[in-house]
């Protein structure tokens, strides 16, 4: 996933000007360095689903925020029409993420009547989502708490579709839908969450 990132002729303000510059220098380091580590992570789970025999040791990978955060920046296959995801692990498994989707993508994937809410609704504006993710017995579920795009709150129904447009695949092409079980990838056996990680089980 990517992301985009925006920052920041007497001497103290030179000064000022090279502390924030080193600075800004050293969090790009350290965000590329949480994009490498969550990157071999990943093959190395993708790596197990393939090699791994039935009956191997479990396995338990964390992941912080920050490292998941910088490796959906440097991800070059986002979906189309989708940038800047970020994600934050909440108390109880509650999960609050954003990011800023193209909604004519949306939109133009298919007719709308005039009833339909994302008929209305164009260009880029940040989806916000809450809601509580479980994962457990080789499955996974997201129950959906709230959503908001460009602000204002939309119904269940806005987020499920946008959900779907961009979770489906050939081998699920409704995608994931909200409050409904689904297989978890690569022999995911357990997903446990708490504040600022998550750690994949096996």
């Given at each position: 996933?990517?992301?985009a990132?925006?920052?920041?002729?007497?001497?103290?303000?030179?000064?000022?000007?090279?502390?924030?510059?080193?600075?800004?220098?050293?969090?790009?380091?350290?965000?590329?360095?949480?994009?490498?580590?969550?990157?071999?992570?990943?093959?190395?789970?993708?790596?197990?689903?393939?090699?791994?025999?039935?009956?191997?040791?479990?396995?338990?990978?964390?992941?912080?925020?920050?490292?998941?955060?910088?490796?959906?920046?440097?991800?070059?296959?986002?979906?189309?029409?989708?940038?800047?995801?970020?994600?934050?692990?909440?108390?109880?498994?509650?999960?609050?993420?954003?990011?800023?989707?193209n909604?004519?993508?949306v939109?133009?994937?298919?007719?709308?009547?005039?009833?339909?809410?994302?008929?209305?609704?164009?260009?880029?504006?940040?989806?916000?989502?809450?809601?509580?993710?479980?994962?457990?017995?080789?499955?996974?579920?997201?129950?959906?708490?709230?959503?908001?795009?460009?602000?204002?709150?939309?119904?269940?129904?806005?987020?499920?579709?946008?959900?779907?447009?961009?979770?489906?695949?050939?081998?699920a092409?409704?995608?994931?839908?909200?409050?409904?079980?689904?297989?978890?990838?690569?022999?995911?056996?357990e997903?446990?969450?708490?504040?600022?990680?998550?750690?994949?089980?096996?």
């Amino acid at each position: 996933m990517l992301v985009a990132l925006c920052a920041l002729a007497v001497p103290p303000l030179f000064a000022s000007g090279v502390v924030r510059g080193v600075a800004s220098g050293l969090a790009q380091d350290a965000s590329r360095a949480a994009a490498e580590r969550a990157d071999k992570k990943m093959q190395a789970i993708m790596t197990r689903a393939v090699a791994a025999p039935a009956k191997a040791r479990t396995l338990k990978t964390t992941f912080t925020e920050e490292e998941l955060n910088a490796y959906m920046r440097v991800q070059p296959d986002l979906p189309t029409g989708l940038t800047q995801p970020t994600i934050q692990f909440l108390d109880g498994g509650r999960v609050q993420s954003q990011a800023l989707v193209n909604l004519d993508t949306v939109r133009l994937s298919e007719k709308r009547g005039w009833l339909d809410p994302l008929a209305y609704v164009t260009g880029i504006l940040e989806v916000h989502l809450v809601g509580v993710f479980r994962g457990a017995n080789g499955q996974g579920i997201y129950t959906y708490e709230s959503a908001r795009v460009g602000g204002a709150p939309v119904p269940k129904s806005v987020l499920q579709e946008l959900l779907a447009f961009y979770t489906k695949t050939p081998e699920a092409p409704k995608g994931i839908l909200l409050d409904t079980l689904f297989e978890l990838p690569a022999g995911i056996r357990e997903v446990e969450l708490r504040r600022g990680m998550a750690t994949v089980i096996q």
